[in-house]
């Protein structure tokens, strides 16, 4: 059962209408390398069961979650909001410090991307820090002179730590773009979580007000942070880098609305598509 964690927000007018879900230990652990996967329980159920009552969600991940009953376009990436970001913003061309997949979204929004080596890797519009484990100084280099020479920072993460199968993990984006930032004090644009800009971006995508979400995830300065600030309905979990003690000691921003004793736990807090809109579950 889901318990409800006092102190929060008051409570809505509206049922959750859309649901945002965090990946690594949400719906899933992953290995270190990211090229392994364990499904956490309920996670299939909840999709599949969302689904049916054609209630609109999205994973907000790092990359291609496998293993998982979603469809791409309900695969957000904090590429694919880059993506939307540069090209409101003008910029065609992009170093990218990441693996090549990290860059795919751009590509297909029509951004030229390079990588540090390549020829004219400096003379771009903007720089798009993602998962790179294989990031040397080389890069570092790469980013800084291309933002002394006027490029925009963009970051895909600004989480130090994600759940894995091995426990903490640390976050590349975060550690790359220290060195950066310390060596360059560029200021940088987020895209990826706790950044308001993609919980925005996902309540576009999925068509419902960002008041009518909700925000699952395991982590209270990242996913519950996100939906504390942008007014959504922050959900917590146990399964990742949280345990069930240490949410009640959150500090207010950090705190959820509920705890979800499972997974299969957030159905409850959903109105389906058949169902009335009008009453709230969230508590103050």
Same mark, same amino acid.
């Given at each position: 059962?889901?318990?409800?964690?006092?102190?929060?927000?008051?409570?809505?007018?509206?049922? *959750?209408?859309?649901?945002?879900?965090?990946?690594?230990?949400?719906?899933?652990?992953?290995?270190?390398?990211?090229?392994?996967?364990? *499904?956490?329980?309920?996670?299939?159920?909840?999709?599949?069961?969302?689904?049916?009552?054609?209630?609109?969600?999205?994973?907000?991940?790092?990359?291609?979650?496998?293993?998982?009953? *979603?469809?791409?376009?309900?695969?957000?990436?904090?590429?694919?909001?880059?993506?939307? =970001?540069?090209?409101?913003?003008?910029?065609?061309?992009?170093?990218?410090?990441?693996?090549?997949?990290?860059?795919?979204?751009?590509?297909?929004?029509?951004?030229?991307?390079?990588?540090?080596?390549?020829?004219?890797?400096?003379?771009?519009?903007?720089?798009?820090?993602?998962? =790179?484990?294989?990031?040397?100084?080389?890069?570092?280099?790469?980013?800084?002179?291309?933002?002394?020479?006027?490029?925009?920072?963009?970051?895909?993460?600004?989480?130090?730590?994600?759940?894995?199968?091995?426990?903490?993990?640390?976050?590349?984006?975060?550690?790359?773009?220290?060195?950066?930032?310390?060596?360059?004090?560029?200021?940088?644009?987020?895209?990826?979580?706790?950044?308001?800009?993609?919980?925005?971006?996902?309540?576009?995508?999925?068509?419902?007000?960002?008041?009518?979400?909700?925000?699952?995830?395991?982590?209270?300065?990242?996913?519950?942070?996100?939906?504390?600030?942008?007014?959504?309905?922050?959900?917590?979990?146990?399964?990742?880098?949280?345990?069930?003690?240490?949410?009640?000691?959150?500090?207010?921003?950090?705190?959820?609305?509920?705890?979800?004793?499972?997974?299969?736990?957030?159905?409850?807090?959903?109105?389906?598509?058949?169902?009335?809109?009008?009453?709230?579950?969230?508590?103050?």
């Amino acid at each position: 059962m889901s318990s409800v964690v006092q102190g929060g927000l008051a409570c809505g007018t509206g049922a *959750v209408q859309g649901v945002v879900f965090d990946v690594d230990g949400t719906l899933l652990l992953s290995n270190r390398s990211l090229d392994g996967y364990e *499904v956490l329980p309920g996670a299939i159920e909840v999709l599949t069961a969302l689904k049916a009552r054609h209630v609109p969600f999205a994973l907000l991940t790092k990359l291609r979650a496998v293993g998982l009953p *979603v469809d791409d376009e309900q695969m957000i990436t904090p590429s694919s909001i880059a993506a939307d =970001h540069m090209q409101r913003r003008g910029i065609r061309r992009v170093l990218v410090l990441g693996s090549i997949g990290v860059g795919q979204a751009l590509r297909d929004a029509g951004i030229e991307t390079v990588h540090t080596g390549e020829a004219g890797a400096t003379d771009v519009g903007g720089v798009f820090v993602g998962w =790179h484990p294989e990031c040397g100084m080389k890069d570092i280099e790469a980013a800084c002179r291309a933002i002394w020479g006027g490029a925009e920072l963009c970051v895909a993460s600004d989480v130090p730590f994600f759940a894995t199968k091995q426990g903490r993990t640390i976050g590349y984006s975060f550690a790359i773009t220290a060195a950066v930032r310390r060596l360059t004090r560029a200021p940088m644009t987020l895209t990826g979580k706790p950044s308001i800009r993609a919980l925005r971006f996902v309540a576009r995508r999925l068509g419902v007000p960002v008041r009518a979400l909700a925000v699952v995830g395991d982590d209270p300065v990242v996913e519950i942070l996100m939906a504390r600030r942008g007014g959504a309905t922050a959900l917590a979990v146990t399964t990742g880098t949280t345990r069930r003690e240490d949410w009640a000691r959150q500090a207010r921003l950090h705190r959820p609305h509920g705890i979800l004793g499972e997974l299969r736990d957030v159905l409850s807090w959903v109105a389906g598509a058949e169902e009335k809109r009008g009453v709230g579950r969230r508590s103050s």
